[in-house]
């Protein structure tokens, strides 16, 4: 398959493709999920995955090699090494170590939210991180809770990433936005009808 780089645009010419969650460097996750893909749905070449992917392309392809899948487009999350592309502030810099599964350059920036709002429209949005004002009751519960289990510097940091995916959402009003990151596989729908869908993580139902 190849690394592409980065990409502002990306065109798939499928007329169905598989949306995967947080994979988390499992390359043994990634070989059963393309396998199943082929056999459950085997017009679909490309992969969308929503983020916390961790995984070299030189390890990947050789898993991919025996299946029809020939693309694999990463929304980057909050755990990939990989400079101003990754869109989110990770919720727990205390736990984690800088520069070994923690970046600070991972944040959405003024200008990311700027291009986003600016483009045409958009039936689907993909992220890994939730939106501010996800309709996904369990998620809502969630955010809540985690001020109880996360230091309160870590939250003030996180929350700006999820206002400006919120604020995206809002400005664009896709029919769905699909995302990783909570690892909590749910569905939500908005009063206008637009739906959220929560992918879980790896081992987990709906992690594609």
Known sequence: MGASGNSHAVIAADDRVAVCGD???DTSWLSRVATAIDVL?????TILQLGDWWMAPVRTDAFLANTR????YVTLGNHE???QLAPLLADDPAWRDEGRDWWPDVAISDAQVLDATSAGRADV???HEV???TPVDTLRTALQASRYLWPQHDLDE???SRARVDHVWNSKRPHFLL????????????AGGRRVVSLGVIGRRRAW
Not at 41 to 45: M, N
Request: charged share 10%; net charge positive.
């Open 23 to 25: 994979w988390r460097g």
């Open 41 to 45: 749905t085997p017009d679909a070449k």
């Open 69 to 72: 899948i020939s693309r694999v």
């Open 81 to 83: 090494p990989w400079g």
């Open 125 to 127: 949005m993909l992220t």
């Open 131 to 133: 939106p501010a004002s």
């Open 158 to 160: 996180s929350a700006p």
């Open 179 to 190: 995302h990783g990151h909570m690892h909590a596989p749910c569905l939500g729908q908005h």
